[in-house]
């Protein structure tokens, strides 16, 4: 079984501050691993994904996320946060193998970007 | 080319009654995979569909049931509906099963 946990809710940041999103993933064959964002009252856009090529991956909008197997995480991170990253960003894990690559998503993390 | 579009963006029901939401996928693309996202909650599978075949389902009751058409749509039906049915619906649409999901914006179902 596959399990997705995001620490913390809700993270609060200043606007050119640094953004940090925590991932913690369980799964028990090599992982596909998903950024998803969701703006109020809108379905879910694709930020980034790491399907086992390079570790660190780049996404749109600025953001990036690093694979560590080791620490089985995989953190959003964006250097510097302007308002429109305002919104709720959810971690999602799929099995690289099997037939429907359903996604497993953790419960979602609320960005505030402070002026 | 034309994204992932959702029919109705609202509906209400009551309990016991049934509905029916609609899903268009992106052009080219032969799987869909339904969620349902309760406030407050990520988005949890409910199943999906791949060459208008289910192909894979999650911890939903079988009055959870859908379908997937030649052309691309597909539809998730509800039958006698539970309050905590109230969620917002997802579809999402991929060229294969394996490569990444797009989402529509949803349908907002309360049952009151």
């Known amino acids: 079984a596959q399990s997705v946990t995001q620490l913390g809710s809700h993270v609060s940041v200043s606007e050119g501050a640094l953004v940090l999103l925590r991932c913690n993933y369980s799964?028990?064959?090599?992982?596909?691993l998903f950024w998803y964002v969701q703006y109020p009252n809108q379905g879910l856009q694709l930020l980034l994904k790491?399907?086992?090529?390079?570790?660190l991956v780049k996404g749109i909008n600025g953001f990036e996320a690093e694979f560590k197997k080791s620490e089985t995480s995989f953190h959003l991170t964006k250097p510097s946060a302007h308002m429109s990253d305002a919104a709720e960003y959810f971690c999602?894990?799929?099995?690289?193998?099997?037939?429907?690559?359903?996604?497993?998503f953790g419960k979602g993390t609320l960005l505030t970007v402070n002026p | 080319e034309t994204g992932v579009t959702q029919s109705p963006t609202h509906l209400i029901k009551t309990r016991g009654q049934q509905v029916t939401l609609r899903c268009s996928s992106q052009?080219?693309?032969?799987?869909v995979s339904w969620y349902q996202q309760a406030l407050g909650q990520g988005p949890q599978f409910i199943f999906q569909?791949?060459?208008?075949?289910?192909?894979g389902r999650g911890n939903f009751p079988p009055r959870f049931s859908g379908l997937q058409f030649p052309n691309y749509s597909s539809e998730l039906n509800v039958n006698a509906l539970e309050l905590d049915d109230s969620a917002l619906y997802l579809c999402?649409?991929?060229?294969?099963?394996?490569?990444?999901?797009?989402f529509g914006d949803g349908t907002r179902l309360s049952i009151l």
């Open positions: 569909y791949y060459r208008e075949e289910e192909n």
């Open positions: 999602a894990v799929s099995n690289s193998g099997g037939s429907n690559y359903k996604l497993t």
């Open positions: 999402a649409s991929s060229s294969q099963p394996s490569q990444p999901q797009h």
């Open positions: 052009s080219g693309h032969n799987t």
């Open positions: 790491y399907t086992s090529a390079a570790t």
């Open positions: 799964s028990s064959v090599p992982p596909y």
